[in-house]
């Protein structure tokens, strides 16, 4: 048996024991709780400085990785250096900037949730550590629990407008952001102009305006916009496409994107060359019996069934490009 003087010396020594490690907790809780509002006032304090605030390594360790968060952040990963030859990153940087203006400058602004910007050539690292391998990239880092596949924002399906990014922003945190666009003049530039052409053309026309009755006219228009639009020029101007790809390994311009999901500028040009040249060929075959006396109506119309079987065989390899399991072609 333990003698009780000894018992009583060996119950102080554990409660000494106990509420050292008591202090200890509450401390260690301290300290963490200390270093969390430090830093929730250092990102406030950035996020005034500047709506996007741009992480190193560093900063990326200390704001992202430190738990715990009370906080959530928008990370854009990007590459901005004129080397990269990323249109689509200066384009998704300033729609991605017009968000984070929107929510810091706004009545409801609160610190649930920052914007920030790592660029590749100052963060290969996390770049790295994330396993990145293609710019831009938006990624939601939530205020607690693991990322989960839907904080990735889908540029492909949803795009780059700030007002997608805000949307996607709702979702992820429950944070309304009303998207606040500075004025833009240029379509009120291109309608002073468009009205200013209209009233000169009736200015010095005006005792002749036959011309507005030619059908001709009219169906030239109508076939460019056809074409435009057939083209994919609205998608492009929605996305905010690149003009080509160019292999940093091999020096090689790819002009037309191997994904259906996909496409560049160059490649809308030639869909639209191609499409045009097909309508053409059928426009040359349809003329020529018109005139049977015309000794050239036999080359037009051989002319035009060439044009729309070389032009229509250069659309379906397009195609194929786009879409590798289709087994249709022509000539090639």
């Given at each position: ?119 590749y050539d100052g963060g290969a690292s996390i770049f790295q550590r994330l396993k990145l391998t293609s710019a831009p990239v938006v990624l939601h880092f939530p205020a607690s629990g693991k990322r989960k596949a839907e904080d990735k924002f889908d ?6 407008a700030a007002e997608a990014v805000a949307k996607w922003v709702k979702e992820r945190s429950e944070v309304v952001i009303e998207v606040i666009r500075p004025p833009n003049y240029t379509n009120a530039i291109l309608l002073g102009v468009f009205l ?137």
């Amino acid at each position: 048996a333990v003698p009780s003087k000894g018992k009583q010396w060996y119950q102080r020594r554990v409660r000494g024991k106990m509420l050292g490690f008591l202090v200890l907790v509450i401390c260690l809780s301290a300290a963490s709780s200390n270093s969390l509002e430090a830093r929730v006032e250092q990102l406030t304090e950035l996020s005034y400085r500047s709506p996007v605030i741009k992480l190193d390594e560093d900063k990326y360790r200390s704001f992202i990785r430190t738990m715990p968060r009370n906080y959530s952040m928008i990370v854009m990963f990007t590459a901005l250096a004129p080397n990269r030859q990323c249109k689509i990153c200066k384009e998704a940087h300033n729609e991605f900037i017009t968000l984070a203006k929107s929510h810091r400058y706004s009545r409801t602004f609160d610190n649930r949730v920052f914007f920030s910007v790592v660029d590749y050539d100052g963060g290969a690292s996390i770049f790295q550590r994330l396993k990145l391998t293609s710019a831009p990239v938006v990624l939601h880092f939530p205020a607690s629990g693991k990322r989960k596949a839907e904080d990735k924002f889908d540029i492909e399906r949803r795009g780059i407008a700030a007002e997608a990014v805000a949307k996607w922003v709702k979702e992820r945190s429950e944070v309304v952001i009303e998207v606040i666009r500075p004025p833009n003049y240029t379509n009120a530039i291109l309608l002073g102009v468009f009205l200013f052409a209209v009233s000169g053309t009736l200015l010095i026309k005006g005792n002749s305006l036959d011309f507005l009755y030619k059908w001709k006219y009219w169906a030239i228009t109508a076939m460019f916009i056809m074409f435009a639009m057939t083209s994919g020029q609205m998608w492009l101007h929605i996305r905010g496409a690149p003009f080509a790809h160019v292999d940093r390994a091999s020096g090689r311009t790819s002009f037309i994107h191997g994904s259906s999901n996909m496409m560049f500028v160059a490649e809308s040009y030639i869909v639209a060359v191609v499409n045009g040249a097909i309508a053409f060929g059928f426009i040359l075959m349809a003329d020529a019996p018109k005139d049977p006396n015309n000794p050239n109506s036999k080359y037009m119309a051989y002319g035009g069934l060439a044009l729309v079987v070389f032009f229509f065989s250069v659309l379906l390899a397009v195609f194929r490009l786009k879409h590798r399991s289709y087994p249709y072609s022509l000539l090639f």
